[in-house]
């Protein structure tokens, strides 16, 4: 391999002044797009010796024929410039966005002569008001069904309104008192634009002032004996402490922020947004971002941020991210300018002023809301990942393109993969998950335990070297426990009609079937090393037509037996999405394994000791929270346990520096 590339600049060339850098392939298609407070520094990073870069780093650097550099006067203007040319050019490496919805908004269009409300998915209606998004358009028109009670503006169609223009009779929301019905003339369009302007002033988060301006009009209509005027105010203040009352209430009434809650993996990452204007959150909006290259946390802050202001929705005072990205400073100073080109959404009456903050909370009721939005965020690329790995079309996909990568002759309908787990060098175990079709099939995992091994390139070999002996002798037993393969009760009791060993025996017979298919794709976790063990155990095993591959968790590249490369799938495809998540299940199949062998033999060994049953043991695991507190624990300490006295604990303390 050549130690660069031949298109790499010299390094005099190359400025050291803030700027925008692109790579183009041969086609001058851009291929990446980034910013850089100092030019030289940070290309000088992309022409390393090859070897040396991250795997992704080195296919972008090596498929682009070119990079060519624009500087700016400030770092402000080199992430204004990155930004316009990624949504110019959209270059492949570069983070991408997949919104897999359609948002519903609630609108106010106050560019119109008699401005009118609605819910709606389309966002380019100019001189509206949005708010949201929000996640159901049910709740959205209960609510607008709710606030026209308080605030009867218009909501119909251009059409019924000109029908009722024409004909002089109003709609039917004009005769129950959810519209003040400017098209026949009762309110002027003057005094409805104040009342639509009084909704979204509302909306923004005035709740609480209109409340209290309601209540001094129904008071002063019932000291005035005005009955019937008091009441539509008493109306009118249900209808909004209802509305309020769809929105959750966490934070006090003068907070205006955006939360950001990001989880991701190495290939994905599920983005939450809270929207929270006067204390109570107003929309929520959910999106997964595919990467291809490795970026960090900050990075990731700073693109998920700069979309989600992309539009025409205007950043509040405040936004609260897991991470604060390098150029902070910057990003404030952006994001402070797209708040007053496109207004103040919490200012009533359109004031624009304020400028955009990010921060980490860090306790609080803020730190408490962050929380809820990074367990939304989870949940949603845990429920990303269940989606995709289901659709029949996109493992199909996979398993052909996993075919065309490793040059297999059949697509890998059934794909077993093996990881090692011990502690330190003790209780080594390791775990066998199985894919057929691209779905788990939990009822043939298995589990191996290893007496003993030099390290996991041995463990490996141990492992796979068991697993093909049965492919040679079905009849050998699997030496292997599996949760999901319990021998059936006997309900019978001692009825001898009920033949338990033969139940036993044809569990134990439809077992071994299982475990007796072949795999066309046998994956081992980890690089060479681990590849070359499994490769000498199937070789030993005289086995014929399985395929070999390795995948290193570091860079998610598959090695192949006798290859100085490694096999570099399409960081966004689905044939490294499958081969992740089968890794991903044999690694938490093997971790839960060698824990539950770490309590059962730490409850074995306390159980041996005379005056322990199994309610101290307990009380003991409970008080040390693990059995590494518990080791480290002094006589002393041991005592602070109810029912454990200082001979006993003395006892405790001997045994498990014993082992």
């Known amino acids: ?144 069904d709710l606030m026209l009670k308080a605030f009867p503006m218009r909501s119909c169609s251009d059409g019924v309104y000109r029908r009722a223009e024409l004909t002089g009779r109003p709609c039917l929301l004009g005769d129950i008192g959810k519209c003040a019905a400017p098209c026949v003339g009762r309110i002027s369009p003057e005094d409805h634009r104040e ?56 934070l006090p009434d003068n907070v205006d922020a955006d939360v950001f809650g990001i989880a991701h993996d190495e290939l994905a990452a599920a983005v939450q947004q809270f929207i929270v204007r006067g204390g109570r959150i107003r929309g929520v909006r959910s999106w997964v971002v595919d990467k291809e290259l490795d970026v960090s946390l900050g990075e990731l802050v700073e693109t998920v941020v700069q979309n989600a202001y992309e539009g025409s929705d205007a950043p509040p005072r405040e936004i609260l991210v897991p991470e604060l990205p390098d150029d902070v400073v ?17 200012a009533p009456r359109g004031v624009l002023s304020g400028r955009v903050a990010m921060r980490v909370a860090q306790r609080g009721d803020k730190a408490a809301l962050v929380q809820t939005v990074e367990m939304n965020a989870k949940n949603a690329l845990v429920l990303y990942k269940t989606r995709r790995s289901s659709d ?19 697509a890998p309908l059934r794909m077993e993969c093996y990881d090692v787990s011990h502690l330190s060098g003790t209780n080594i175990v390791a775990s066998m998950v199985v894919f057929e079709d691209g779905l ?80 066309n794709l046998l994956i081992v976790d980890g690089g060479q090393p681990q590849v070359a063990a499994a490769r000498r155990a199937l070789e030993e095993s005289g086995v014929q037509g399985i395929q070999l591959a390795g995948i290193a968790k570091r860079l998610e590249e598959i090695w192949l037996p006798d290859s100085d490369f490694p096999v570099i799938l399409p960081r966004n495809s689905d044939a490294l999405f499958l081969i992740q998540r089968i890794r991903d299940e044999a690694h938490r199949f093997a971790i839960t394994y060698q824990r539950t062998r770490r309590r059962r033999d730490i409850t074995s060994v306390l159980g041996e000791i005379p005056g322990l049953g199994p309610s101290r043991v307990k009380e003991l695991l409970k008080h040390f929270g693990s059995v590494t507190q518990l080791r480290k624990a002094t006589p002393e300490e041991i005592t602070e346990v109810r029912g454990i006295g200082p001979a006993l604990a003395q006892t405790i303390h001997e045994r498990l520096a014993s082992r």
């Open 330 to 346: 910057e990003l404030e100073e952006w994001l402070t300018e797209r708040r007053r080109e496109i207004g103040d959404p919490s």
């Open 440 to 519: 788990p099939r939990k009822d043939q995992y298995r589990r191996f335990s290893i007496p003993e091994s030099t390290d996991d390139t041995e463990s490996i070999y141990q492992v796979i070297t068991r697993r093909l002996a049965y492919l040679k002798n079905p009849e050998l037993d699997a030496e292997s426990d599996t949760p999901e393969s319990v021998a059936p009760s006997a309900e019978g009791g001692d009825d001898p009609s009920v033949d338990v060993d033969a139940e036993v025996e044809a569990a134990a017979e439809k077992r071994r079937k299982k475990f007796s298919y072949p795999p």
């Open 195 to 250: 009342l639509a302007e009084d909704f979204v002033s509302f909306m923004a988060g005035n709740d609480t002032q209109y409340i209290r301006v309601m209540t001094d009009r129904m008071k002063d209509a019932a000291g005035k004996q005005d009955y019937e005027a008091a009441a539509r105010h008493r109306d009118a203040i249900q209808a909004l402490e209802a509305a309020m009352g769809k929105s959750a209430v966490v």
């Open 1 to 144: 391999m050549a130690d660069t590339v031949s298109y790499r600049p010299k390094a005099g060339e190359i400025p050291t002044q803030p700027g925008v850098y692109r790579f183009r392939d041969p086609n001058r298609r851009v291929l990446y797009v980034g910013k850089a407070k100092n030019l030289r520094a940070r290309l000088s990073n992309y022409f390393q010796p090859l070897r040396s870069l991250h795997e992704r780093t080195r296919r972008m650097v090596t498929t682009a024929a070119s990079v060519e550099w624009t500087v700016v006067a400030s770092e402000f203007e080199a992430l204004q410039l990155e930004y316009t040319w990624i949504k110019e050019f959209n270059p492949p490496f570069n983070v991408q966005f997949r919104d897999d919805k359609s948002y519903p908004y609630l609108a106010v269009t106050l560019g119109d002569r008699i401005p009118r409300v609605m819910v709606t998915r389309n966002r380019g209606q100019k001189d509206a008001r949005y708010f949201g998004p929000y996640t159901k358009v049910w709740a959205i028109r209960d609510t607008v």
């Open 392 to 410: 029949f079309v996109a493992r199909s996909k996979a398993l052909n393109d996993i075919q065309d990568a490793l040059g297999m002759t059949d």
